[in-house]
T-cell receptor
Framework: DTGVSQNPRHKITKRGQNVTFRCDPISEHNRLYWYRQTLGQGPEFLTYFQNEAQLEKSRLLSDRFSAERPKGSFSTLEIQRTEQGDSAMYLC???????????????FGPGTRLLVL | LAKTTQPISMDSYEGQEVNITCSHNNIATNDYITWYQQFPSQGPRFIIQGYKTKVTNEVASLFIPADRKSSTLSLPRVSLSDTAVYYCLVGYNTDKLIFGTGTRLQVFP
């Protein structure tokens, strides 16, 4: 178990550019989540996949944001026409679906820190 | 999802036991209580999870009273490396975790 990995770890871009982040979940986990965290705040939920299906999107995920998980393994989060307000840490987490009367646990990756100039 | 309330910050010295209490008055019957630790520029790290009474692992203990309206994370003999933000969350197989601002623990030598 190598844990959740995210690439790149850091990204600096100019306003208006597109950026794409990748997340590789723990191999046997079928659920994958994206969160965003700004300085001094806790992570905020963005979107969630079960296998390749995107089941929920937060209102924080504007139409400039798109996430995919094409084969139910890794996921990508793309931000188009970046704005300075997009500067944040983007976190990915994964979990294994559990049965009734048990509680799943989400495991987080190290995050991708985005700075939009 | 039940809202949680925890202290904004706490200070401690190395070697002391630290107890961080979280209030969750509206916890639902099926909700579990989960604690995460986060260091600067890293993702949250799962520490411990419980439903009732007491749970202990190699890192921490979690005490949950019978009414489950609060919980206490206990860190035995903290070291400088325990300086971090600690988040308390409640929920049951939720699609998303809802984090508050957490408790910023500062450990001094």
């Amino acid at each position: 178990d190598t844990g959740v990995s995210q690439n790149p770890r850091h990204k600096i871009t100019k306003r208006g550019q597109n950026v794409t982040f990748r997340c590789d979940p723990i191999s046997e986990h079928n659920r994958l989540y994206w969160y965003r965290q700004t300085l001094g705040q806790g992570p905020e939920f963005l979107t969630y996949f079960q296998n390749e299906a995107q089941l929920e999107k937060s209102r924080l995920l504007s139409d400039r944001f798109s996430a995919e998980r094409p084969k139910g393994s890794f996921s990508t989060l793309e931000i188009q026409r970046t704005e300075q307000g997009d500067s944040a840490m983007y976190l990915c987490a994964s979990s294994a679906e559990t049965g009734p009367y048990t509680q799943e646990t989400q495991y987080f990756g190290p995050g991708t820190r985005l700075l939009v100039l | 999802l039940a809202k949680t309330t925890q202290p904004i910050s706490m200070d401690s010295y190395e070697g002391q036991e630290v107890n961080i209490t979280c209030s969750h008055n509206n916890i639902a019957t099926n909700d579990y209580i989960t604690w995460y630790q986060q260091f600067p520029s890293q993702g949250p790290r799962f520490i411990i999870q419980g439903y009732k009474t007491k749970v202990t692992n190699e890192v921490a203990s979690l005490f949950i009273p019978a009414d489950r309206k609060s919980s206490t994370l206990s860190l035995p003999r903290v070291s400088l490396s325990d300086t971090a933000v600690y988040y308390c969350l409640v929920g049951y197989n939720t699609d998303k975790l809802i984090f508050g601002t957490g408790t910023r623990l500062q450990v001094f030598p």
